[in-house]
């Protein structure tokens, strides 16, 4: 059904795949000699280093996040993540297939940020863990498992970044950083609030996590901020809840380094904060959002905070005929990854 298939080639060509992968690996390791590219500056250090399509077809290996290497631990610094939650109604079960989506576009990634020189691969240890386990006939034990899943990763010392699933992954992952680093500032990108009470009767879903955070105390809501919200509600003062906990926010990401300060600081990007005519391929969208420039400009913005997590969420792979949401999101998933601490910058 989806363009997953196309990259599963376990012929020949996989061989070659990880031959040639040793090489490109090579470049950051302490034994290796020979450089393919003699201007590459590496660190001198091993380090996962993706495989270039310039050695490498991108069509070529199995679909981890930018080709990077696949382990079961998080004894890394950064590790990828799939959580694939979905609300259980039609149009969000098809979140489900985001993680999986995402990290097929992300073929299309290179090793280098050229818009602002970042290296991140040649100073951080970076891999693809997998998805975690979820329950898909247990709401509640999902959140459970994916809080104790992350409660192992942040205790390795490791930064997460997430690919969803619907927004209802952050709150179970917010209580997992939350009780390592304690309240957490939060920088918000999303159409939608996501602080409503109660949907149909239930206080857990993907409309409902920061109004859970704020209620267990696991957010500093001084340090909060929500950039993209717009659309129609169910009533004139659908907002009226998050102006009263968050600071409205003119976008300028200076104010928010300002307001953020140097303690621990959560980016969660749900992909409909982008306009749809840019990024169609969710579950709620909303017209007049943001454009992928903008975007990444919020993401590069945060440089220098302190991130301890990141998640990308809501991309349905159905509605995107294209698969140009799944290719933004594995773009804004890379600018995470160039911003958080101790990347190395040319």
Not at 173 to 182: S, T
Request: with cysteine; aromatic share 8%.
């Amino acid at each position: 059904m989806f363009s997953v298939w196309r990259n599963l080639n376990l012929s020949r060509s996989a061989a070659d795949y990880f031959s040639v992968k040793r090489q490109v690996l090579a470049l950051c390791s302490e034994r290796g000699t020979q450089r393919l590219n003699p201007h590459r500056k590496c660190s001198g250090k091993r380090f996962n280093v993706p495989p270039s399509a310039e050695f490498v077809s991108r069509v070529s290996g199995i679909p981890t996040m930018a080709k990077l290497p696949y382990q079961d631990s998080a004894e890394v610094l950064v590790t990828f993540v799939g959580v694939k939650l979905m609300w259980p109604s039609l149009p969000f079960l098809l979140h489900r297939f985001g993680p999986r989506q995402i990290r097929v576009e992300s073929a299309m990634l290179r090793s280098c940020n050229c818009g602002t020189r970042a290296a991140p691969y040649e100073s951080l240890v970076v891999a693809d863990i997998g998805d975690v386990n979820v329950n898909v006939f247990d709401l509640k034990d999902t959140c459970r498992r994916i809080r104790e899943t992350y409660r192992k990763i942040v205790a390795h010392g490791c930064i997460p970044l997430t690919m969803g699933g619907d927004h209802t992954v952050t709150y179970p992952i917010l209580q997992a950083v939350a009780e390592k680093h304690g309240p957490v500032g939060l920088i918000h990108v999303d159409a939608h609030a996501d602080t409503s009470d109660m949907i149909l009767g239930e206080k857990i879903g993907h409309g409902t996590p920061f109004r859970r955070c704020v209620e267990e105390g696991i957010l500093d809501c001084k340090r909060v901020v929500q950039i993209g919200l717009r659309g129609s509600g169910f009533t004139p003062d659908a907002y009226e809840w998050s102006r009263a906990q968050f600071k409205s926010l003119v976008p300028l990401m200076s104010e928010v380094r300002a307001q953020m300060g140097s303690s621990p600081v959560y980016l969660s990007f749900d992909i409909d904060g982008l306009d749809p005519g840019f990024a169609p391929g969710t579950g709620t969208p909303e017209i007049a959002g943001l454009t992928p420039i903008q975007g990444v400009e919020i993401i590069r913005g945060c440089r220098g905070l302190n991130l301890v997590g990141c998640d990308l969420v809501e991309v349905s792979p159905p509605y995107d005929t294209t698969g140009n949401t799944s290719l933004t999101g594995a773009n804004l998933l890379f600018e995470m990854l160039c911003v958080l601490p101790k990347v190395k910058y040319y």
